[in-house]
């Protein structure tokens, strides 16, 4: 995709020959074992150096994404796509390169942190305080948060400790404190896997309410069918470049043609 604005489009992130590099310490071999750890220990007792491998996650990405727009991201694991986000919500540097955005970018993800010795009610007070929703737009909004997530549907467990929800629901809640508000830029990096069909067939068209509010979507998820249904273009990344960008249908064919998925 041409990187100069298009006619009557306004763009909200600009990815810029992005590279992102990590700097790992220790050496590779047996870097898991007890021993391996324990001699690290006795090396930097003897004030020995330890090895910094670096790790190239983001290799020249450049893209533009528009107001409107929902773009999927897909790669096997280790592709990048994660720390891609990562960069874009401005929680990772890059090496060299730029992003810019246009507004505020706000990531979720299944890691998205909430409090697990706090109730549900209370992470949904929270979690909208953290998006800089009023208490006033939280109470407006705290039963549709609920009705949305599904969570109280086999029992009252908003009131109950996070600690206590499965996976999924813990995924599903998350999803809808964000959700909830509208965003500038929104990126989902797998939250919608844990749900359940039904809950899915709502955050899909959340999904596509967020686009037409004038938002930016970006969609990490494992399912073609929920890229499909989400998204109208799509990044395809691999060992951290990005092989493809275009339309959904045409990524995701050429992406299981290579990869037999």
């Known amino acids: 995709m041409a990187e100069e604005n298009v006619q009557g489009r306004i763009p909200t992130v600009i990815a810029d020959d992005v590279h992102i590099v990590y700097r790992v310490s220790g050496g ?5 074992s007890a021993t391996a750890a324990l001699n690290r220990m ?6 020995e150096s330890r090895a910094i491998r670096k790790v190239h996650a983001v290799r020249g990405v450049s893209f ?3 107001r409107g727009e929902a773009i999927g991201l897909i790669g096997t694991n280790g592709s ?4 891609l986000l990562r960069a874009i919500a401005g929680l990772l540097p890059t090496e060299s390169g730029k992003v810019y955005t246009d507004g505020q970018p ?3 993800g299944v890691n998205a942190a909430l409090m697990g010795d706090l109730t549900g009610e209370r992470n949904v007070i929270l979690g909208g305080l953290a998006m800089g929703m009023s208490r006033e737009e939280i109470r407006d909004r705290y ?8 969570i109280n549907e086999k029992g009252d467990f908003i009131t109950l400790p996070m600690r206590t929800y499965s996976s999924g629901m813990g995924a599903r809640l998350r999803f809808s404190i964000a959700a909830a508000k509208n965003h500038d830029v929104l990126m989902i990096d797998e939250a919608l896997s844990t749900g359940d069909r039904k809950f899915q067939i709502r955050s899909e068209a959340r999904i596509r309410e ?3 509010e004038a938002g ?3 969609l990490v998820s494992h399912g073609a069918k929920t890229i499909r249904d989400t998204c109208d273009r799509v990044l395809w990344l691999e060992r951290g470049e990005l092989l493809m960008d275009g339309p959904t249908d045409e990524v995701i064919k050429a992406y299981e043609k290579e990869t037999g998925k």
């Open 64 to 66: 533009t994404a528009y």
């Open 210 to 212: 967020l686009r037409k």
């Open 80 to 83: 990048g796509k994660s720390t």
């Open 28 to 32: 590779s071999g047996g870097k898991g």
């Open 106 to 108: 706000s990531l979720l």
């Open 42 to 47: 006795i090396r930097r007792d003897k004030g």
């Open 143 to 150: 039963e549709g948060i609920v009705d949305f997530s599904g």
């Open 216 to 218: 930016t979507v970006f």
